[in-house]
């Protein structure tokens, strides 16, 4: 709208009420943000329904309509910041249980196949619809309808972002094993969802090994620069047997390199040696490394530490 008035002339807006139209606008303010009379004035300005002169008592007239209308708004003083809040309306949107009902079920079948950036914006969706309803039960089930909903958005589009253009990045990350967030300067490459986690797959810009970072763990960005080209992280190559296995259930980066008697011969590339270690165990008996063989020993080791803590 604010788009539209910009571009209309005073002589067109005089065709309407701009009383009421300054309302509707003051609404969609005061829904965004709580406001200080310098705001409103700034923001009515630049939509041009108001003047250079006028005073603020047009403005004092706004949120006596407004209030006249349903709308509760709280006086400024220094408890607000000087601001005007806007705590209860009679435009609020209205779910039942039902619908909140049919709204999970859509959003799971549809997000299986969406990709983050997707996934993103329905988060936002549901950020946006829940700061306009007022049963806090029905907010609460809004919000809780997000797969990432306990993610801060605005990180992830960052971090797509610097994917996209492979940026090199410094971190504050907080490892399990750490007391205090350390630096990390890393060429970020992809972000992908393990386990339904969210993990920053990068290079290390000095070591030039993959590392997986769950990005809950990312404090925050403390520096970004435009990457060099042709910076990745050499891929753990692993060659394996699969018997009795759904060929369909590999990923992108396994290829079927030969089909025997006993099963598939499968080579995998993973973007290092935990994620490849965790692939391989998920197969669990169905699976045998076949090279390479250091790889072969530490799972075999793994086993049986693994075998040793469920034994106890």
Do not use: W
Not at 88 to 111: D, G, M, N, Q, V
Not at 264 to 281: D, K, M, S, V
């Amino acid at each position: 709208m604010e788009k539209v008035i910009n571009q209309s002339g005073r002589s067109d807006l005089c065709q309407i009420s701009l009383t009421g139209l300054r309302s509707l606008i003051l609404l969609g303010l005061l829904i965004n943000a709580p406001r200080s009379l310098e705001d409103i004035r700034k923001a009515f300005l630049e939509c041009n329904i108001m003047d250079d002169e006028n005073s603020d008592d047009i403005l004092r007239i706004d949120l006596n309509t407004l209030r006249s209308m349903g709308c509760e708004i709280s006086r400024s003083c220094k408890k607000t910041n000087s601001k005007h809040i806007l705590t209860k309306h009679p435009f609020a949107i209205k779910f039942t249980e039902e619908e909140i009902s049919i709204l999970k079920r859509a959003y799971k079948k549809t997000a299986e196949n969406l990709e983050l950036s997707s996934l993103i914006e329905y988060d936002l969706l549901f950020k946006k619809l829940a700061a306009n309803v007022t049963d806090s039960e029905i907010k609460e089930q809004l919000l809780g309808i997000s797969t990432i909903r306990a993610y801060n958005s605005e990180l992830l589009k960052e971090l797509l972002s610097d994917c996209k253009y492979k940026r090199e990045i410094t971190v504050a990350y907080k490892s399990p094993a750490s007391l205090k967030a350390s630096e990390k300067e890393v060429i970020a490459q992809e972000i992908v969802i393990q386990n339904d986690k969210l993990y920053l797959r990068c290079v290390d810009k000095n070591s030039k090994e993959g590392l997986s970072l769950n990005i809950k763990r990312i404090r925050q960005i403390l520096a970004r620069k435009d990457g060099q080209e042709g910076i990745s992280a050499e891929p753990t190559v692993i060659k394996f047997l699969l018997k009795d296995f759904d060929i369909t259930g590999l990923d992108n980066n396994e290829e079927i390199l030969e089909v025997t008697d006993k099963g598939y011969i499968i080579e995998g590339r993973y973007h290092n040696e935990f994620i490849a270690t965790q692939r391989i165990l998920s197969f669990g008996a169905n699976c045998i490394v076949v090279e390479p063989s250091d790889f072969k020993t530490k799972i075999i080791e793994l086993i049986k530490k693994m075998r040793e803590v469920y034994n106890d």
